[in-house]
């Protein structure tokens, strides 16, 4: 069974920095994609990044590309999303997934990152 899980958020001023990470089991082969997502208070969960687990592509939301790094460590099954230059509205709770999306197989507990201004 694959299991997501995640680590890193906190609460961090306009302009700082946070990782988070998440630690994925139960895969049974490299084809598959690990994407973070993130939902804030009445809003839709959207996607934020994705990386292929079968060639390293990576995809941003246009509102992170340049600030935001996506990278994985295979032998530590980890997938991890570097925010720099965080903003107010980066706030959200931040969640791992097994899939890019639409569909989502599996989905971390999620972690809160909030970015005071």
């Known amino acids: 069974e694959v299991q997501l899980v995640e680590s890193g958020g906190g609460l961090v001023q306009a302009g700082g920095s946070l990782r988070l990470s998440c630690a994925a089991s139960?895969?049974?082969?490299?084809?598959?994609?690990i994407g973070w997502f993130r939902q804030a208070p009445g809003k839709e969960r959207e996607v934020v990044s994705c990386?292929?687990?079968?060639?390293?592509?990576?995809y941003y939301a246009a509102s992170v590309k340049g600030r935001f790094t996506i990278s994985s460590d295979n032998a530590k099954n980890t997938v991890s999303l570097q925010m720099n230059t965080l903003k107010p509205e980066d706030t959200a709770v931040y969640y791992c997934?097994?899939?890019?999306?639409?569909?989502?197989?599996?989905w971390g507990q999620g972690t809160q990152v909030t970015v005071s201004s």
């Open positions: 139960g895969f049974t082969s490299d084809d598959y994609a």
């Open positions: 997934a097994s899939d890019c999306g639409p569909i989502v197989g599996y």
């Open positions: 990386i292929s687990g079968i060639d390293g592509s990576t």
